[in-house]
């Protein structure tokens, strides 16, 4: 069974950067599937981040395309998101999952998350 | 990049149908069959319920359908029951940066 897994700060300071890792097991992260990053702000709605593929293709979020990058760490069955210069609007619920994609852009659906992770910005 | 428009909640008694509408845009929605929809329960990970507009992932009940006509896609639930009280999100691939967008989601409640 695939399971992902967050991890990193739960509190992260103003114009600092949030780093969250994402563990995958049950499945290799090599194995022909998109990675994404997915958060949502409490009591809000679902918002995509961006997503990566054995780091050769990524694509991210028009609206966070210059403070965001995902990459991964294929030794370790992981992959990581980094957004920069943060504010409390950043503050949210950050889940990872996998995700199909074809013809190496389109995307179809993300089928295993992770529990999520709340991270808070203070204002 | 704006997000698809869902209606805020629906409702209605067990055994009942609800349908829940999803509209974008003919560079998402109306451009692909490439529509997805997510449940989530209160303070719990999204569950992938139907992709490719239409299609059901093993182990999702039948009650749940997809549709779509135009740019607007549509949820429905059919036989409604208490376990269906959730909030519900579509998402569609968009041609705009290759992205992926969500709706706002809709409340369901079980009257």
């Known amino acids: 069974q695939v399971q992902l897994q967050e991890s990193g700060p739960g509190l992260v300071k103003p114009s600092e950067t949030l780093s969250l890792t994402c563990t995958v097991s049950?499945?290799?992260?090599?194995?022909?599937?998109?990675w994404g990053w997915i958060r949502q702000p409490p009591g809000k709605g679902l918002e995509w981040l961006g997503s990566?593929?054995?780091?050769?293709?990524?694509y991210y979020n028009p609206s966070l395309k210059s403070r965001i990058s995902v990459s991964v760490d294929t030794s370790k069955n992981q992959f990581s998101l980094m957004l920069r210069s943060v504010t409390a609007a950043d503050t949210a619920v950050y889940y990872c999952?996998?995700?199909?994609?074809?013809?190496?852009?389109?995307?179809?659906?993300?089928?295993?998350w992770g529990r999520g992770t709340l991270v808070t910005v203070p204002s | 990049q704006s997000a698809l428009t869902q209606p805020a909640s629906v409702s209605g008694s067990p055994g009942q149908s609800v349908t829940i509408s999803c509209t974008g845009t003919s560079s998402d929605v109306g451009g692909y069959n490439y529509v997805t929809w997510y449940q989530q329960y209160a303070g719990k990970v999204p569950k992938l319920m139907i992709y490719d507009v239409s299609k059901r992932p093993s182990g999702v009940s039948n009650r749940f359908s997809g549709s779509k006509s135009g740019n607007t896609a549509s949820l429905t639930i059919s036989g409604l029951q208490a376990e269906d009280e959730a909030d519900y999100y579509c998402?569609?691939?968009?041609?705009?940066?290759?992205?992926?967008?969500f709706g706002g989601g809709t409340k369901v409640t079980v009257l």
């Open positions: 998402s569609s691939y968009t041609s705009n940066d290759t992205a992926v967008i």
């Open positions: 049950g499945y290799s992260i090599t194995s022909g599937y998109f």
């Open positions: 999952a996998r995700e199909r994609r074809v013809g190496g852009s389109v995307s179809l659906f993300f089928d295993f």
């Open positions: 990566v593929y054995q780091n050769e293709n990524t």
